[in-house]
């Protein structure tokens, strides 16, 4: 198993914020949704698609995407592709502390939802 220093960590880490940052960007440039929205969407994604590679990994007993990069990206505005990702790649369904943290994360993606863009 690797540790927190092996360059693979920082691999999934940089890749994951590049993906998200990117499509956020990209989003806020090209539509005319609300800049919540886009972010929302963005890191979304990009977790989703760690949870898919995870899962691939995990099948393959490869080396794997640290729990604190998939916990991090649900905090930050991941956390519908992180519901996402556990339902369609059947991935983390057993481990409690994802679903509370894809929880916390939803409630507060919900109350910066209301502020961000119901308040608008």
Avoid: C
């Avoid at 993906?19 to 963005?42: E, K, R």
């Avoid at 990009?46 to 099948?59: C, M, R």
């Avoid at 007993?61 to 990702?85: N, S, T």
């Avoid at 409630?107 to 308040?119: E, R």
């Amino acid at each position: 198993m690797a540790n927190r220093t092996d360059p693979r960590n920082r691999a999934y880490t940089i890749g994951a914020i590049v993906l998200g940052g990117g499509i956020f960007i990209a989003l806020l440039l090209l539509v005319q949704l609300n800049w919540y929205i886009d972010w929302l969407v963005g890191w979304s994604i990009s977790l989703f698609l760690l949870y898919g590679i995870d899962k691939a990994q995990a099948v393959r007993k490869g080396w794997r995407v640290p729990e604190i990069v998939l916990h991090v990206l649900a905090l930050i505005g991941g956390f519908i592709g992180g519901w996402l990702g556990m339902f369609v790649f059947r991935h983390k369904t057993r481990k409690p502390l994802f679903k509370v943290v894809l929880a916390i994360a939803t409630v507060i993606g919900i109350v910066l939802f209301y502020f961000f863009v119901l308040q608008r």
